[in-house]
């Protein structure tokens, strides 16, 4: 039999332990408070390190964006810039044929009012290849035969030239290149020697058309020089 004193002997024992049970259960109870606060704030950093990162990427997005847009608009002013300049271009080409129209109409206005005294020849053709203005072996010698009659004088002649061209190409172009075959021919004439201030060239461009410009045919008539030889008529 335990004696009265033996119980209050074991009292203090078990006491402690109850104690320390306790205990524990409180610290068990205090680390899993902790451990779910410190997991709750984890996962608050989680989703505010993801919102930060999709704030980075939406931001490099926007960047993005802004700097295509940029690019568009930079392309759409060089395309208006181009657009301007090819306007600006082709009035200055407009302007050029409308001055070199005028210039032709003015020297065929001159020559004509000094061709009163002179009887008119025939008109000789030189024919041209397409964007050329070189003189064939067949035009050197239709002028040849201009040339021969009058070789050498220096007056009592009048030598017209009228250069021609087809409708291919651009006005201005073909204005040109209609001067520079009646500079071919006038500069033939005068090797064969013809007097320079007798021979009066002009380039028509695409006027006054022979053939049809609608048919090959038709433009290669067309890319010629036509001569004319006014010899002083007799008193």
Known sequence: MVTGLAVLALLPSCATRGYARRQARDVDNKVTALAAVVQENAERLDAT?????????????????????????????GIAAS????????????????????NASSQLATFQGSTDRYD?????????????????????????????????????????VHGFASSEGLETSN?????????????????????????????LGIEKPIADNGTKLGREQNRRAEVRVYMAAAK
């Open 175 to 203: 204005v040109n290149l209609s001067q520079e075959r009646s500079e071919a021919v006038q500069r033939y004439l005068v090797s064969k020697g013809a007097s320079l201030t007798r021979v009066s060239i002009v380039g």
């Open 83 to 102: 657009s301007q300049s090819a306007a600006a271009a082709a009035q200055a080409s407009a302007d050029a044929a409308n001055r070199t129209a005028q």
């Open 120 to 160: 008119a020849g025939p008109v000789t053709i030189v024919m041209f290849k397409a964007g050329k203005s070189e003189l064939s072996r067949d035009a050197m010698k239709a002028l040849d035969d201009i040339i021969a009659p009058i070789a050498g004088q220096t007056a009592g002649y009048l030598v017209e």
């Open 49 to 77: 390190d993801g919102r930060a990162r999709q704030g980075i990427s939406d931001a490099a997005a926007a960047r993005n964006a802004a700097a295509a847009a940029q690019a568009a608009a930079d392309r759409a002013n």
